[in-house]
């Protein structure tokens, strides 16, 4: 499984003056509602919504996305 790394992906947004979750959403297209649930980490983003961040954000998608251990019930 993958998750977003949201620290990381943080760090860019504030290093290019995005502040609030509105001007996230008008520098990306993603809806405001979904760029706050990503951000929460109640969300991840689909495919098309992570590499509009990406590259929004001058972002590796690669260094955004980490493998996270899945547990497998016994």
Known sequence: ?????????????KAHGDHHNAAIARR???AESSVSRILRGEAQP????????????DLDLRGVIKRVPVQVAA
């Open 1 to 13: 499984m993958f998750r977003l790394d949201v620290p990381e992906l943080l760090k860019a947004i």
């Open 28 to 30: 990306t297209g993603i």
């Open 46 to 57: 689909d495919l098309n919504s992570a590499m509009r961040l990406a590259e929004q954000y």
